[in-house]
């Protein structure tokens, strides 16, 4: 009897352990590039399971590798001086490293004051209503 029971409650357990493996992991970056002031940059990593979720990975489920700066968990570090254009980063899984991720983010070039000021803005020009005409 309890043979019987350990071969019927055994491939259940082995399935609810697949599912609770990630299949694939990607990332989720919070904007489309670095501003060149930046202090700290937070990535995001996540994971699709076995059962078709998809839920964010720790530090605990994932290693992250960069070409510059320096990784601090999710966050990375850049150095003091910047003088490249986009940075590499590449995420495993601790407990499976051929499940990995790639992205490529870039440093933002322009000064986001102009875009701060709304006098450096240029707005189209709207004609003004003059009395007695419709529009």
């Known amino acids: 009897m309890l043979r019987l029971l350990i071969f019927l409650l055994l491939p259940a357990s082995l399935h609810a352990q697949a599912s609770f493996e990630p299949v694939r992991i990607y990332f989720n970056p919070v904007g489309d590039s670095i501003g060149r002031n930046t202090k700290l940059y937070h990535l995001g990593v996540e994971a699709q399971f076995g059962d078709g979720s ?35 980063f590449h995420a495993a899984l601790k407990m499976n490293p051929e499940n990995a991720a790639d992205i490529m983010v870039w440093m933002k070039r322009s000064n986001d004051s102009l875009i701060r000021n709304p006098d450096n803005i240029d707005l189209p020009v709207v004609p003004k209503h003059r009395p007695g005409k419709h529009p």
């Open 54 to 88: 998809h839920k964010p990975l720790d530090s605990s489920w994932i290693r992250i590798t960069t070409d510059h700066g320096r990784m601090n968990g999710h966050e990375w570090v850049p150095p003091v001086k910047i003088n490249f254009q986009k940075v590499h």
